[in-house]
């Protein structure tokens, strides 16, 4: 288990420094996209090239953040009848989850769309819009998303197993930093002083 555990922080450390690439990602969308929305109404221009480099960008922030996203979880869920469950029987359910769905579907997706990629790639494949970017840079990104997203799978995995042996906490629990914390205790300690006003008033 201990074994599993250092492979699963490994996996973490790299994700994190992926999260990390995909917010300087983000900001350069950000930059490219008011460039393309001044040059277009002030000049009165647009290029094909770089409106695409905006799709692009985005599709590689959505593909290449899920595994990152997925390890933070903040991803979404639909766990109505898990919430209802021990957090023993939520660990089992996850392990199937992540064991027979979604690493067989991100393994499947990676292996579908390799040559996809490589066809892309040996004919040059262009974008069909006049002054469009070349295909296969954009395309690589979608084997390499799942295959990241079934890396945050593998160690969520380790995580959710440690924890049904007791020897991590619950994966399932999302950290708080400490403003939230802060904050939290402050609106508890809120509530707690106006209870006792009102039982001051009452008596």
């Not at 390890?71 to 660990?91: A, G, T, Y």
């Not at 089992?92 to 579908?112: H, N, Q, S, T």
Request: hydrophobic share 50%.
């Amino acid at each position: 288990m201990k074994f599993l555990l250092i492979i699963s922080k490994a996996i973490d450390a790299f994700m994190l420094l992926v999260g990390k690439a995909v917010t300087w990602l983000t900001l350069l969308v950000v930059i490219i996209s008011a460039g393309n929305a001044i040059v277009r109404k002030i000049l009165n221009d647009s290029s094909n090239a770089w409106l695409e480099i905006q799709w692009y960008l985005f599709g590689a922030i959505f593909l290449l953040a899920a595994g990152y996203t997925f390890m933070k979880n903040e991803h979404v869920r639909v766990d109505i009848l898990n919430q209802r469950f021990s957090p023993k029987v939520q660990m089992i359910i996850e392990l199937v989850g992540v064991a027979f769905f979604m690493l067989p579907a991100c393994l499947l997706i990676v292996y579908l769309s390799i040559p996809f990629v490589e066809l892309a790639y040996t004919t040059g494949e262009m974008s069909s819009n006049t002054g469009g970017l070349i295909r296969w840079p954009i395309k690589l990104v979608i084997p390499v998303g799942f295959s990241l997203l079934a890396l945050a799978g593998v160690s969520h995995f380790i995580k959710c197993l440690a924890f049904l042996c007791g020897k991590g906490p619950n994966p399932l629990e999302k950290s708080r930093g400490k403003s939230e914390d802060s904050m939290m205790d402050s609106i508890a300690q809120q509530a707690q002083l106006e209870q006792q006003q009102s039982l001051k008033k009452a008596d």
